[in-house]
């Protein structure tokens, strides 16, 4: 039977998207209960993550990007960076965590200690671009992690598949001039 592994911090708990903004803590509150009620977590491996380093997150996205997305945080209240994405003043760690979250999974898949890996995370990644948070993205942690997998295991090709009803513009964005990693 395959080890997946299954990625969750409280962190992802904290980023706050305003009042009755559809990407709310209850949507992963609602994913681990399930796994949890059903059992799927017991057979799980838990792996911890990390913030994701800043280095890793400027190999996809550009350093005023994410130095925006901290000073905001900095705030202490909520700022929109786009109508529908705001910044809170956990979200910069939360998607520094996600990122992380991404990172540790392919890491613990290269080195052998799962299969596969399960990231239920918050805030969601595959709208932001290189600089600019979009869809309730703030770093796109597929492509981020795609971007480690060949820099930090040496691999050539990556691809990427992406199964939400609606475009992963930033993920396409990120790779769309680059023939290694196939989105």
């Known amino acids: ?65 994410v130095d925006r997305l901290a000073s905001l945080s900095r705030l202490g209240r909520l700022v929109p960076e786009t109508p529908d994405t705001l910044v809170s003043p956990a979200t910069y760690r939360a998607a520094r965590m996600a990122a992380g979250a991404a990172i540790t999974a392919v890491d613990a898949v290269m080195a052998g200690r799962v299969d596969n890996a ?11 671009e290189d600089s600019q948070a979009m869809g309730f993205c703030y770093f796109n942690n597929v492509a981020i992690a795609a971007r480690h997998l060949q820099v930090a295991h040496g691999l050539e090709r990556v691809a990427i598949v992406d199964w939400d009803v609606h475009h992963c513009n930033g993920t396409q964005h990120s790779f769309e001039d680059d023939p290694s990693v196939f989105v």
Request: glycine share 6%; net charge negative; hydrophobic share 40%.
């Open 1 to 65: 039977m395959a080890r997946t592994g299954l990625l969750y911090h409280p962190l992802f708990l904290e980023h706050d998207s305003g009042a009755g903004h559809p990407e709310r803590p209850a949507r992963i509150e609602a994913i681990m209960e399930r796994l949890e009620q059903t059992g799927l977590a017991a057979r799980c491996v838990r792996l911890t993550p990390a913030e994701a380093p800043v280095a890793t997150i400027t190999l996809i996205h550009a350093e005023d990007h």
């Open 118 to 128: 399960f990231c239920p995370v918050r805030p969601p990644g595959h709208h932001a």
